[in-house]
């Protein structure tokens, strides 16, 4: 079996996009991180983390921790944002690339939760949610553009992290935006928890995709959320709240059999887990260190 780097992501601790209240400090997430045993870590949305390369390389180095890449934020299906999404994605890059090096991911995601049918019917996707064949050519204009753009500036990979509340949430999105894209120029950010959220078989799902995907996010995923959603008509923050992602084997992802897939599938990168929580629930010190001890369970 092979050594892999385990790493977590700021999203643990409630940072995602700041939401819902005030910001847990940089250096005590990274002191927990750490504390909790993993080696490596994610940037987190831009400001969260310091952004001048001498000031950041020495908060992660002198934690004795890798960066692993960031994800970036991108209106894919609307071209009206998509200059502004590569700009971003550019400047990232360039922190990524002077800091972590050039094994770094731009983990590219498209602007969640801000399309209503999306928002309000994760883990409920029908066909007819789906993007038009017009709105895949804008989408795919827009991934193109900035895994150019990054390559270009940096060398690093870009890839498209599936996501719930997205237009790529279900497997069926993910096949195709895959058979849209070029495979050298773009990936796939493959998530356990969000690809069970959009109805996948989160071991199916790395030999379904095992060409295309560059980074691994370890989430485990809790259905019972889904189906309150379901009767309360929830949105996908509400399901957040609820805990749909929740700690690591208490919820229905096999990550033993996932271990062993990326293991057939010679997968060579990172593992980053990610627990999305919002601000105020629980313990994220807690819930790493528990995180941390299960995955030594199965051999991380």
């Known amino acids: 079996m092979k050594k892999f780097v385990v790493g977590n992501a700021p999203c643990s601790w409630g940072t995602i ?19 909790a045993g993993f080696k490596a870590t994610e ?11 001498e ?11 890798e960066l692993t890449g960031s994800w970036v934020t991108v209106r894919l299906y609307d071209e009206a944002y998509h200059a502004a999404g590569i700009e971003r994605a550019v400047k990232v890059a360039k922190l990524l690339r002077e800091v972590g090096g050039p094994d770094c991911t731009i983990n590219i995601g498209d602007d969640h939760s801000t399309v209503h049918e999306r928002y309000y019917n994760s883990g409920r996707i029908k066909p007819e949610h789906a993007l038009d064949d017009a709105g895949w050519k804008t989408y795919i204009k827009g991934v193109n553009r900035v895994a150019e753009a990054v390559k270009g500036e940096t060398g690093l990979r870009s890839a498209l992290h599936h996501h719930g509340a997205t237009y790529v949430e279900t497997p069926e999105e993910t096949e195709k935006f895959l058979s849209l894209t070029d495979p050298d120029l773009v ?20 030999r379904r995709f095992k060409d295309r995907i ?11 959320v889904v189906e309150e959603a379901k009767q309360k008509n929830w949105n996908y923050t509400d399901m957040i ?14 990550f033993a059999a996932v271990l062993k897939a990326m293991n057939e599938i010679n997968y060579e990168g ?3 887990v990610e627990q999305d929580v919002l601000p105020g629930m629980g313990s994220p010190a807690e819930n790493a260190k528990r995180n941390r001890k ?6 991380l």
Do not use: C
């Not at 000031?55 to 921790?65: A, N, P």
């Open 187 to 206: 990936g796939l950010v493959y998530d356990t928890g969000h690809y069970m959220l959009g109805g996948g078989d989160a071991v199916d799902g790395v």
């Open 43 to 53: 940037l987190g949305d831009w400001g969260f983390m310091p952004t001048d390369p």
């Open 270 to 272: 990172p593992i980053i």
């Open 17 to 35: 996009e700041n939401t819902g209240g005030e910001r847990l400090n940089y250096a005590q997430m990274l002191d927990e991180l750490a504390d």
């Open 55 to 65: 000031k950041l390389r020495e908060e992660i180095e002198g934690r004795g921790l």
């Open 294 to 299: 299960y995955l030594a369970s199965i051999g």
């Open 214 to 224: 560059w980074l691994i996010h370890f989430k485990d995923f809790n259905p019972s």
């Open 241 to 254: 709240g609820a805990g749909v992602f929740s700690e690591l084997g208490t919820g229905v992802v096999d």
